[in-house]
């Protein structure tokens, strides 16, 4: 027995008696052991007979529980029968500090009587039991509305074999296929093949065979994925099909988002695949914002996650080269790329989001974004919202000015842009303006986390309806720019007043780059170069989170 798992529940007794099923059972290993074991609502409650009243009592939380089953073994001359229930509670890790989600499994010898039936009928009252009750403890935060998949589950299993390292494979055989067995979840694997596989597979593939599909991956075959379902004719409806992220990647962006709205302790590697396999398995949905982005060639592609122009571009470009040393590439690319700065010139203008409220927003009040803690003080010296004020410029093929325009037209499959002019069109006369030109980097977040170890937008939620924009002027000093990054680790760096560092809220906003030569990354995918506008589409897609 492990003894490390949870105080006792004493609330859960009544006059000495446990409420709802009690059973004594053998230890699956020893006869000689017998525990009694009681199921409330919420507990799955143990204690060893042979122990004094209130010793060795251990409580699994059935919001822990992935699932329970019960089998007979083959030894037919063993009329017992079994049933073992999965637990993912937090404990303490074995070396470092910290709490994570561990695998403890519980299984019991049921031989009640001398026939294999009777005892194995009354495993599977246990195991049905524990089951349905850890279904309605799914674990679920106030502020969040939440929608479930079907039960049971059918889920498609995308996996890219050369994501990351190249383990996807092993991660999935080794933790992610046992938890969907525990779980009883049904699942088709699929292994990605080549470049735009599951995108070509998801825009044609009949989706009322599947309640859900989950990416083993980067973020860039979610990206695909998204697309795909949005190049359907159907895609309104096909945008609402549940999916699940698992981290088998470099930079693992999103699942490291999805774990961190859950409000558990900081998680990586096989912790954070281990954290979104249960989620997985436990099959809440939330709603995903997702963005659409328009680039020169008229081209409109949908993301989830940012996108980035300059020094973050480059980095997550040249880093390829480092891919073997998994997440640590961005960690060398940084530092490579330091050694190198480069100052880009474009234009940026945005729309700005409305005034923060607890209604219209879900970012925390006292984030902190500078020395006076306003989320746009860095930067209101060096905006223009004037309807007179021009900043277009002749070597230019669009301009961004301030005058009122029609929205774009949309005749792509999608939502409509309703708050884009054309590209080729002045953005309207509301927009913020920035009069700078001289830039390090422009970073556009949609979600909390650009990398599991870079915590870039602190105040994101999965379907706030926001663009979190950061951008760092020219001028910025190496070891200044350093500074940020390192802070950015656990969200800090709002918090340094760094002048040349400006973070606002935004809708929409549009990239002119004016240097000839650079990269813009969208979900980490290098796209085309040139003016690049953007709006924030809240909440349209399903995410399975907690």
């Not at 470092?96 to 031989?111: I, L, Y």
């Not at 009587?113 to 246990?126: F, G, S, Y």
């Not at 995108?199 to 859900?212: G, M």
């Not at 606002?504 to 796209?527: Q, Y």
Request: hydrophobic fraction near 40%.
């Amino acid at each position: 027995m492990d003894n490390d798992i949870a105080e006792p529940d004493p609330s859960r007794q009544h006059n000495g008696v446990v409420e709802g099923l009690y059973g004594e059972f053998t230890d699956s290993l020893n006869a000689k052991v017998r525990y009694s074991v009681s199921l409330t609502e919420s507990a799955l409650t143990i204690q060893k007979i042979s122990s004094s009243p209130g010793q060795d009592e251990v409580v699994f939380h059935l919001a822990d529980c992935l699932g329970c089953r019960a089998y007979k073994v083959e030894d037919e001359a063993d009329v017992g029968a079994f049933f073992t229930a999965y637990f993912y509670p937090f404990k303490r890790r074995w070396i470092s500090t910290g709490m994570t989600r561990q695998k403890v499994e519980q299984c019991f010898r049921v031989a009640l009587v001398q026939d294999p039936l009777t005892n194995l009928q009354e495993a599977e009252r246990w195991a049905r039991a524990i089951r349905e009750a850890s279904i309605r403890q799914i674990p679920r935060r106030h502020d969040v509305k939440y929608y479930e998949v079907r039960r049971p589950c059918r889920v498609m299993v995308l996996v890219n074999p050369q994501s990351g390292r190249g383990q996807a494979l092993q991660l999935f055989s080794g933790q992610i296929e046992p938890m969907l067995t525990e779980a009883s979840v049904p699942y088709t694997l699929v292994i990605t093949e080549h470049q735009n596989h599951a995108r070509d597979l998801v825009r044609e593939t009949d989706l009322s065979q599947w309640d859900a599909l989950v990416i083993l991956s980067g973020d860039g075959l979610l990206f695909e994925v998204l697309n795909g379902l949005l190049e359907r004719e159907d895609w309104e409806e096909a945008i609402q099909t549940p999916l699940g992220i698992l981290p088998g990647g470099s930079g693992n962006a999103l699942a490291a988002s999805v774990h961190h709205y859950t409000k558990s302790p900081p998680a990586w590697g096989k912790e954070l695949l281990l954290s979104c396999g249960f989620l997985l398995c436990k099959g809440l949905v939330t709603r995903l914002d997702l963005v659409s982005v328009h680039l020169a060639s008229s081209q409109r592609i949908f993301s989830f996650l940012s996108l980035a122009w300059g020094f973050v571009a480059d980095v997550d470009i040249e880093s390829e080269k480092y891919r073997l040393v998994g997440p640590m590439r961005f960690l060398v690319g940084t530092l490579m790329r330091l050694a190198s700065l480069k100052v880009y010139q474009g234009r940026l203008a945005y729309l700005p989001a409305p005034p923060f409220t607890p209604q219209n927003s879900s970012l925390c009040s006292s984030l902190p974004c500078g020395p006076n803690n306003s989320p746009n003080q860095n930067s209101r010296h060096n905006h223009s919202t004037n309807s007179n004020h021009n900043t277009a410029h002749n070597s230019s093929n669009i301009a961004i000015t301030t005058m009122r325009t029609e929205p774009q037209p949309v005749n792509q499959k999608g939502p409509p842009d309703s708050l884009l002019p054309a590209l080729e069109q002045p953005v309207p006369d509301h927009w913020t303006v920035v009069n700078e030109e001289d830039f390090v980097l422009v970073l556009a977040m949609f979600q909390s986390h650009l990398a599991e170890d870079l915590f870039a937008a602190p105040g994101a939620a999965a379907d706030d309806g926001f663009i979190h924009l950061l951008y760092v002027r020219a001028g910025i000093s190496r070891l200044a720019l350093l500074t940020l990054f390192m802070t950015m680790e656990k969200g800090g760096h709002l918090a340094i007043g760094c002048p040349h560092l400006v973070y606002e809220r935004v809708k929409a906003f549009r990239l002119e780059p004016l240097s000839p030569e650079g990269a813009i990354t969208v979900d980490g995918e290098m796209v085309e170069y040139g003016p690049v506008q953007a709006q924030v589409h809240e909440g349209i897609a399903r995410l399975i989170s907690g």
